[in-house]
């Protein structure tokens, strides 16, 4: 083994997959790329972190609510060059060419594009002040059978992802889950 700056372990931790998060603030319709999020408990609650900088973090504070997208690696380069524009200044839904469509529970847009929209209220904010944490509460989630591709990709942290491959079934030796399944 050999010594790794400490600025670059998040990389070897890094979560996924890459998502985007749509919000809706005095009427405008925005969307942003994110990789730090995490699953908290089943219900769901998924806590993502935003920076306060970025216009998500003031529609997402105001409102305290809005839309995760799952997209598929058919979408990388169209996430990538979401997260390389700002806020309001562009309608990232006519840019890149995305369906935005009304949710059923929140006024953030779902996006067509995607394999999946999981549309979520804020819950808690006891860490935004600090540490720009929110915790969202799934309310409603839509996924599209028919969509042929459904491979996510994951952010390295420095430019280059990994996309998800095949998929090794070991449900029989989850003894904890035999009930459910």
């Avoid at 609650?45 to 305290?64: D, H």
């Avoid at 059923?104 to 847009?109: I, Y």
């Avoid at 969202?136 to 430019?159: M, S, Y």
Wanted: glycine share 6%.
């Amino acid at each position: 083994m050999r010594e790794l700056p400490l600025a670059k372990a998040f990389q070897l931790i890094e979560p996924g997959p890459v998502v985007l998060l749509t919000t809706r603030y005095r009427e405008q319709e925005n969307i942003m790329t994110l990789s730090w999020h995490m699953m908290m408990e089943f219900t769901p609650l998924i806590g993502v972190l935003v920076s306060g900088g970025n216009y998500s973090f003031a529609a997402l504070k105001k409102t305290r609510e809005c839309v995760i997208a799952i997209p598929t690696v058919d979408l990388l380069d169209k996430v990538v060059g979401i997260g390389n524009c700002d806020g309001p200044a562009v309608d990232k839904f006519k840019k890149f060419k995305l369906s935005p469509a009304a949710a059923s529970r929140v006024r953030a847009p779902l996006i067509m594009d995607c394999l999946a929209n999981i549309e979520c209220r804020v819950v808690d904010t006891g860490w935004v002040n600090k540490y720009n944490l929110f915790v969202l509460e799934g309310v409603k989630a839509w996924i599209d059978p028919k969509r042929r591709e459904r491979r996510t990709f994951h952010a390295n942290g420095d430019g280059t992802f990994v996309v998800d491959g095949k998929t090794r079934n070991l449900r029989r030796r989850m003894t904890k889950w035999q009930a459910i399944i």
